[in-house]
């Protein structure tokens, strides 16, 4: 799931923070699971079962669009969440005289702010692919039945490239703070094995209950029951991720919090 870079000090708590899309627009993101539609960080209830949760998520149902490459932004949404609604329940989004609701103009700041803070983000993952930092990685998690799971398509900063980077370089990232953010998604790789714990059971039937990783390649035994994972150099193709949009009036569903807050 996308990322800003604005979100890296609390996502790092919980998630490993990576860099994943096309050439022409790399995104930070994190690792929810281990296989194709799968979010570990969300229980049998349906409910996001973490401390934090990234923005992208958050204001769903809601997104900007634009036509002339942002200088006009329409809110549009989802048509087919069902929580929205044209029996007067829930939060409305204009008033009986056509004006905006407190309610949506909560939600018009947030998608502003996430609008603003994902520019800067773009911003960031250029200035890592001009310096050659980023290389294509992969997690690979085995447990004691032999049964491996695997995340790939993503890329993560080259340790080894980071320290050949000139002191006029690594000062111009420290002044923007950029170099900050390189740390804590180097930082972050740890909680593969956090993201590991969230396994229940794997195909042969063993427990998952350790794993490690980093950003450089690691080998690591595994006992009967628990996993070990290991963070290696692939080609991949990465993926990219659409939603859909419509129109509606009136919502019954939560309100959005401001980007980067924990909800």
């Known amino acids: ?14 998630y490993p923070v990576v860099f994943a899309g096309t050439e022409d627009q790399i995104m930070p993101a994190v690792l929810l699971g281990f296989g194709e539609h799968e979010n570990l960080y969300v229980d049998e209830a349906g409910q996001w079962n973490a401390k934090y949760i990234p923005a992208f998520a958050r204001r769903y ?23 929205f609604n044209q029996d ?15 309610y949506l103009k909560g939600v018009l ?21 001009e310096l050659e930092l980023l290389e294509p990685m992969q997690a690979q998690l085995k ?5 491996e799971k695997t995340i790939t398509g993503f890329l993560a900063v080259k340790r080894d490239r980071l320290k050949d980077l000139s002191g006029e370089q690594l000062s111009e990232l420290a002044v923007v703070d950029e ?8 930082q972050s790789m740890q909680n593969v094995k956090e993201l590991a714990g969230r396994i229940k059971q794997d195909p042969g039937g063993s427990q998952a209950s350790d794993a490690d990783t980093s950003g450089e390649p690691v080998t ?13 150099t692939t080609k991949k193709k990465k993926s990219t991720t659409s939603k859909k949009k419509a129109a509606a009036k009136k919502h019954n569903g939560k309100g959005n ?7």
């Open 179 to 186: 170099l900050e953010l390189i740390y804590l998604h180097l």
């Open 88 to 102: 007067g329940e829930g939060e409305r989004l204009f008033t009986d005289e056509g004006e905006q609701t407190t």
């Open 220 to 232: 690591t035994e595994a006992g009967e029951d628990d996993p070990a994972a290991s963070a290696k």
């Open 61 to 83: 149902p809601y997104v900007f669009s634009t036509a002339d490459e942002g200088k006009t932004l329409t809110l549009c949404i989802d048509e087919e969440f069902n929580g």
């Open 109 to 129: 700041d947030f998608q502003t702010d996430f609008q603003r803070f994902f520019q800067r983000t773009r911003t960031f993952c250029q200035r890592l692919q």
């Open 143 to 147: 447990f004691g039945s032999g049964a």
């Open 257 to 263: 919090e401001k980007t980067g807050k924990e909800t």
């Open 1 to 14: 799931m996308p990322l800003l870079a604005q979100e890296f000090r609390d996502a790092i708590r919980e």
